[in-house]
């Protein structure tokens, strides 16, 4: 595509109102209007000619990664161009994609080195899913800079938007190291847990209640029992993925954030020796997986919950929930990530959290909304920041009401800020399995 630039459509105006005085003054000159149109309109078209000649055998070419993970820092990518006769000495590229990736910077001018240039960009992943680039613009100006020479190349290449698998695992292990791996996993191993191990000699420090009484009289001294922490307790992680698990926090949607915290889980729980499950549903349930065992089972667990999709409907607590219990054959630890609207609409989630509670452990992870507290404890300027104060500290009441009803069900509650839910999640997960309540 060729059109002028700013500067000829400058010079044009320029030209037209010396045209008029000179044909006032000098009527018999009157033809040096439509001469300097012409004039100008013949330079133009030269311009354009060797603008267009430079641009024979373009050539464009985009890099970036396949598959990035929401939530993880910027991945780069590079959009390159190159000549292959001469080269204009700048060019201005630009990129175009879709909602769910940000490009930045999505344009720029660059200085064309030799017979190529290239624009660096960093790819920040936005949701889940298959992200598209889908065109690419590049436009230099010739060489009396009168005119654009424009160009596209339809790229359509897919990135696939997944959980942040890498910053999952190496948060995972560095959380699980820094607790379980060096001797506290160890020492719980044995001598505590609710599991049978083996017999042995009374010692002085143990605990009484060990005693075996009966084998203690057949062997004419004390005998005790040794315990073992069980390895294959059942964890189901409950996604809902409702209209307000939807919505932004920070950026990024609560379930993307809820995922990449369940994923975490699900690696430490594998890794330690338990089973794994993954529940997802909002106005019904949209996946159930079983239960899983063995850290190779994690890939699976990944693309499962990387299917998971958006939704803008409510969240029917009653149905998913009710759905769940029917799915688990034994007493399981059902972590519920959700968020609570209002009392009314959470009236059915407790409810069902109570059914749960008689026969299963039940945690709820909930995201603290930072925002919505700094709005809350701002010192108001004006009418619409007392306003906002006000409807922020109504809500935050209301939520804390929900989460206070929650604990007298008697079930767990992971409260905190964005970016601690993943180490306070598997703390109060590790925290359940010390006291034996799997």
């Not at 780069?76 to 590229?93: I, N, T």
């Not at 899983?292 to 999709?309: K, N, Q, R, T, W």
């Not at 972590?335 to 609409?345: L, R």
Request: with cysteine.
């Amino acid at each position: 595509m060729i059109y002028p630039t700013l500067r000829a459509v400058a010079i044009a105006a320029l030209g037209a109102p010396v045209a008029i005085v000179i044909g006032i003054v000098s009527p018999d000159l009157w033809l040096a209007a439509p001469a300097w149109l012409a004039g100008l309109a013949l330079v133009i078209l030269l311009d354009a000619g060797l603008a267009w000649r430079t641009g024979r055998g373009l050539s464009v070419e985009f890099t970036a990664p396949p598959r990035m993970g929401v939530g993880a820092a910027g991945a780069k990518g590079e959009l390159a161009v190159a000549f292959r006769q001469s080269a204009p000495p700048r060019a201005e590229l630009a990129i175009e994609s879709d909602a769910r990736i940000a490009v930045t910077p999505d344009r720029l001018t660059v200085a064309t080195q030799g017979q190529s240039g290239a624009l660096p960009m960093t790819l920040t992943p936005r949701r889940r899913g298959e992200a598209t680039i889908e065109r690419a613009w590049v436009r230099w100006t010739g060489p009396l800079g009168l005119v654009w020479s424009q160009h596209s190349r339809g790229l359509k290449r897919k990135i696939v938007l997944t959980p942040d698998i890498a910053g999952i695992k190496a948060e995972a292990m560095r959380l699980f190291a820094r607790d379980a791996m060096f001797g506290v996993k160890a020492q719980i191993d044995t001598g505590e847990g609710a599991e049978y191990h083996a017999l042995r000699d009374y010692t002085d420090g143990m605990d009484p209640r060990s005693v075996d009484w009966k084998q203690s009289a057949r062997h004419g001294k004390l005998i005790s029992k040794e315990y073992r922490t069980e390895r294959n307790h059942h964890i189901l992680l409950a996604l809902d993925t409702g209209r307000t698990m939807c919505e932004p926090l920070a950026g990024l949607p609560r379930i993307d954030r809820a995922i990449n915290a369940a994923l975490t889980l699900a690696y430490v729980s594998l890794k330690i020796g338990d089973r794994v499950g993954l529940f997802g549903f909002d106005a019904r349930p949209r996946l159930s997986t079983g239960i899983a065992s063995g850290v190779g089972s994690f890939p699976l667990l990944e693309h499962l919950a990387a299917s998971l999709d958006y939704s803008d409907e409510e969240t029917n607590y009653t149905l998913g929930l009710t759905q769940l219990a029917s799915d688990l054959e034994r007493r399981s630890l059902i972590v519920v990530f959700t968020e609570f609207a209002d009392p009314t609409s959470a009236e059915l989630l407790i409810e069902n959290a109570t059914r749960l509670g008689k026969r299963h452990l039940v945690m709820f992870v909930v995201f603290r909304d930072e925002e919505l507290e700094a709005f809350a404890q701002a010192e108001p300027a004006t009418a619409d920041d007392v306003s906002k104060a006000v409807a922020a500290a109504t809500l935050l009441r209301e939520r804390d009401l929900v989460i206070s009803r929650l604990r007298r069900t008697g079930a767990h509650i992971v409260d905190a800020p964005i970016g601690a839910v993943g180490p306070r999640l598997l703390n109060a997960y590790l925290d359940l399995k010390r006291r034996d309540l799997l």
